[in-house]
């Protein structure tokens, strides 16, 4: 089993930066793909990126690749998200999910059982 919490987010201005981090506990860490979703109010919840248990690969959305990097330290049992250019429509509350297998997750899977409790994200124009 494994713990997350997130934090990090906050109001930032569009074209500018932030950087969201992922806690895990309570079991081995590196031994799970992690993957970042977000939702907007009334929205579904949507599948941002995902990174394998080295950190070696990693898989964006079309509408973040080149703006967000998603990184991990095993050491530290931490993941991040840095967001780079944020647009208002990046604007959502923010989870980091934990899973066996690394590939673009579904809310659904049943393999990515753990979840955060989110971190709000608002960018303004």
């Known amino acids: 089993q494994v713990q997350l919490v997130e934090s990090g987010g906050g109001l930032v201005q569009a074209g500018g930066s932030l950087t969201l981090s992922c806690a895990a506990s309570?079991?081995?860490?590196?031994?799970?793909?992690v993957a970042w979703f977000r939702q907007a109010p009334g929205k579904e919840r949507q599948f941002v990126t995902v990174?394998?248990?080295?950190?070696?690969?990693?898989h964006y959305v079309d509408a973040v690749k080149g703006r967000f990097t998603m990184s991990r330290d095993n050491t530290k049992n931490m993941v991040y998200l840095q967001m780079n250019s944020v647009e208002p429509e990046d604007t959502a509350r923010y989870y980091c999910?934990?899973?066996?297998?690394?590939?673009?997750?579904?809310?659904?899977?049943?393999?990515?059982?753990?979840w955060g409790q989110g971190t709000q994200v608002t960018v303004s124009s």
């Open positions: 309570g079991s081995m860490f590196n031994n799970y793909a």
């Open positions: 990174i394998s248990r080295s950190g070696l690969a990693t």
């Open positions: 999910t934990a899973g066996s297998n690394f590939r673009i997750v579904r809310v659904t899977d049943n393999d990515y059982p753990y």
